[in-house]
């Protein structure tokens, strides 16, 4: 793609331009968004570079380890992977509302990250993988004018606390343009073409809080579902599927025994931005399949539903 390139060469030119021989940080999120920031900004500046990935530990699976090994073995960039796992979950413990939930998380992510920052020393830039869409759309974006639906958590926040001068290299750029500056960057297509995932990660998929028990029970449902839908061929044509752990027991039968176990519900919706969005039509034969795979595999579900929600009325998100 030509005219990638050409924003490719006229980007790191820029970037050069703005932060001379100053040093440059740049919070990876595991999202497309954020790595080809600091894949652009490393091809740019080298080393002046550190990546910050703070690891809040509530990631699908392996997703930790893979941007971690990618980004330190196949593009050699610094980067500091701080694991906060014990810090985020113990203070989540107890925390139903959906709110504050964020509000913990939003506030840990900051704190975790000036910590490190201020270890590295000396930094005048952060890097941020602003897109256009947010550059416009200062309002909540999922809420009309004066009704905050959800308080997005990303690094909002981080500029104004730090201090530090922004570098934005894909203010110009729509979401599908920053794919395709990924893959002219060589990040592998299964990572370009990844779904959203949210900041707050399953904090907010699992209704009822957070525990260590629960996020390992709706890891490894969710990587079923996916892995299912992969497997059918879906996955691009989904905007985001997921599963959501429910706080709630039902009695199932098992063998020649009663169980008693969590209940799963399965998510899938079709998109152009997230502002709404169409549950998927699954054919009933997938949805079979893929339940009875969760309820075999994953020890403390034993019931799956689907969610028929489109959005509005309902959000993405269950939180
Ligand atoms: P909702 O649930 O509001 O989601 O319909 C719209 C899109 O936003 C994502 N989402 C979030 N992303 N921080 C994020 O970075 C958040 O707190 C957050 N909440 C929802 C959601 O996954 C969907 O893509």
Known sequence: NWTMAAYRDQAIAAIREQVGDKKVICGLSGGVDSSVTAILIHEAIGDQLTCIFVDHGLMRRNEADEVVSMFRNQYNIP???????????????????????????????????????????GVEFLAQGTL????????????????????????????????????????ELFKDEVRALGRELGLPEHFVGRHPFPGPGLAIR?????????????????????????????YDTIWQAFAV???????????????????????????????????????????GRAATRIINEVKGINRVVYDVTSKPPGTIEWE
Do not use: W
Not at 275 to 281: G, S
């Open 79 to 121: 980067l500091v992977h701080v694991d906060a796992a014990d810090t985020f979950i113990g203070e989540l413990e107890g925390v139903v509302d959906p709110e504050a939930k964020r509000k913990i998380i939003g506030r840990l992510f900051i704190e975790t990250f000036e910590k490190e920052a201020a270890k590295i020393g």
């Open 206 to 234: 699992l209704p009822g809080g957070v525990t260590r028990e629960k996020l390992d029970i709706l890891r490894q449902a969710d990587a079923i579902y996916l892995d299912e839908i992969r497997k059918a061929g879906l």
């Open 132 to 171: 256009y869409p947010d550059v416009i759309e200062s309002v909540s974006f999922t809420g009309g004018p004066s009704v905050t639906i959800k308080s997005h958590h990303n690094v909002g926040g981080l500029p104004e606390r730090m201090n530090m001068k922004l570098v934005e290299p894909l203010r």
């Open 245 to 287: 752990l429910l706080p709630v027991q039902t009695v199932g039968v098992m063998g020649d025994g009663r169980t008693y176990e969590a209940v799963c519900a399965l998510r899938a919706v079709t998109s152009v931005d997230g502002m709404t969005a169409d549950f998927y039509p699954f054919d009933m034969s997938f949805l």
